[in-house]
């Protein structure tokens, strides 16, 4: 070996042989965490966790952990708190638990050691499962162990320099993939403070390992921890390999050549199950988020006053001129949206002159506007043309009067033109049409109407006495298209 693999199988010894307490007290219950900072990952960890939560009835808490204001903007964290997830911002925890790094796959040991959970199913974003991996912590598989493994489809050589330095034998099975991993910290936490340590020296180790998933098996094995690995090979489709349960059926489809893209075409993939589902939640998704990770810049608490009045308020109308308006709903995560569907992002600034409301669309600065009377912004779209624009509070709909005399008076006069028109089927296709159309106009109204006086009013519709079929067929259609309930 060289001296600097000798140094680092020195420093690799000195690490394997602590035993550093587990911290009792601190991690508690089961849970799921993935790591999903960034837009590439966050589309793919929305993918999987609907898959859970919508599709798979999965009630395991879920913990997202990410990278700071750079990789998780307001929005984001609001799409994912709707399914139940808890966000946790590595650099805030490194502030009490510091590391030396957690640039990528360092994060995900660093992130199920200091993981609520004592017990933790690590997964990662472009992993879709196919059931609820519950069951999983109830299994003797891992119950025999308190950590569970998956195997990679290829393994350490027996020539690799890892060997060298960390003194062990080669390793005659699998190497462990670690797209899915279950561990009980309180069983395997020597072990994976090891693995921790060897991650953070990612420079040294990575160069014959690749990524985390290899310091894993190097932590249990020089360790001398329990472990369990599923017997049953992965199963392989395009861009995809396919993880199975301790009884050999597929449970997780990890996505790591093909993870799932919002704005590009993603491959469709023989094989791969739930992809319609996967497929919806994207165009969901699509619709409430443009794949950009929008944080609001410091400003004063004025600005944030201003802010919260424009949630409180709702609705409003911004209006370009030259343009048709566009109604829109500013949320508290800094979405202003049509109908649920994002059209910018915004926050008020401090300027020169005032405060400023910015809008931005596609990353970019899209309408400036500043408060003027009666809650009204005015201002200017950025981009050429630089047209006025107007943001103004959306009145209110003011709902119906039922007036009853205007509805009698109406019902008289539909009536009335029944009766002159041809008694056939598409004059009584038009008129009950038209009753429904009333009910809807004054519900009300027309529901105190539908009493014996309708049913003199259709008697006086010219229906002959002696078509006695026909005119019970008319007065129950017309009866039908007043009743809330048929009608719904």
């Not at 394997?16 to 307490?21: E, G, I, K, R």
């Not at 990612?202 to 290899?214: I, M, V």
């Not at 704005?263 to 996967?278: A, M, Q």
């Not at 400023?356 to 990353?363: D, K, N, S």
């Amino acid at each position: 070996m060289t001296r600097a693999a000798v140094n680092l199988a020195e420093e690799l010894k000195d690490a394997a042989a602590l035993d550093p307490a587990y911290p009792a007290g601190r991690f508690a219950g089961r849970g799921i965490v993935i790591c999903a900072g960034g837009a590439r990952f966050f589309t793919c960890a929305w993918v999987a966790i609907g898959m859970l939560r919508r599709h798979l009835g999965c009630t395991l808490p879920i913990e997202v952990w990410y990278l700071g204001d750079a990789e998780m903007g307001p929005a984001m964290q609001s799409l994912l708190g709707e399914q139940g997830v808890e966000l946790v911002d590595a650099f805030e925890v490194a502030k009490t638990y510091p590391a030396r790094r957690f640039d990528g796959w360092e994060l995900k040991t660093y992130a199920i050691t200091h993981s609520r959970f004592q017990e933790v199913l690590l997964l990662d974003a472009d992993n879709v499962p196919v059931a609820d991996p519950a069951f999983l912590f109830d299994t003797p598989d891992y119950a025999a162990t308190g950590a569970l493994f998956w195997p990679d489809i290829v393994r350490l050589a027996r020539n690799n320099e890892i060997w060298a330095v960390s003194g062990l034998e080669p390793w005659a099975g699998p190497s462990f993939e670690s797209g899915q991993l279950l561990i009980d910290k309180a069983r395997g936490w020597r072990a994976l403070q090891l693995s921790f340590w060897i991650n953070q020296r990612a420079a040294e180790f990575y160069r014959f390992l690749y990524g985390d998933k290899d310091t894993f098996l190097i932590a249990w094995l020089l360790t001398g921890t329990a472990f369990t690995q599923i017997p049953h090979a992965p199963r392989l489709i395009e861009a995809t390999m396919c993880q199975r349960a301790p009884d050999g059926s597929v449970l997780f489809q990890h996505r790591g050549a093909a993870k799932w893209l919002l704005t590009s075409r993603n491959p469709v993939i023989d094989g791969f199950l739930f992809e319609p589902e996967c497929r919806e939640l994207l165009e969901e998704l699509a619709l409430r988020w443009d794949g950009h990770v929008f944080n609001p810049p410091p400003r004063s608490a004025a600005c944030r006053t201003l802010e919260a009045g424009l949630v409180q308020r709702g609705c409003f109308t911004l209006t370009l001129l030259g343009d048709s308006a566009l109604g829109l709903d500013f949320t508290p995560d800094h979405r202003a949206c049509e109908g649920g569907r994002l059209r910018f992002y915004w926050h008020v600034e401090d300027g020169a002159a005032g405060p400023v409301l910015m809008l931005h669309y596609a990353a970019l600065h899209f309408c400036s506007l500043a408060p003027d009377q009666g809650g009204v912004w005015r201002g200017q779209h950025l981009r050429s043309p630089q047209v006025p624009a107007i943001l103004a509070p959306t009145p209110p709909l003011r709902p119906a009067v039922p007036d009853h005399a205007e509805a009698e008076r109406v019902i008289a006069a539909v009536a009335a033109l029944y009766r002159r028109l041809p008694q056939d089927d598409e004059a009584l296709r038009d008129f009950v049409g038209t009753l429904r159309s009333l009910r809807r106009l004054w519900p009300e109204a027309v529901a105190r109407s539908a009493d014996p006086r309708v049913s003199a009013l259709l008697a006086k519709a010219g229906e002959p006495a002696s078509a006695a079929t026909r005119s019970a067929t008319v007065r129950r259609r017309s009866f039908a298209a007043l009743d809330y309930d048929r009608d719904r």
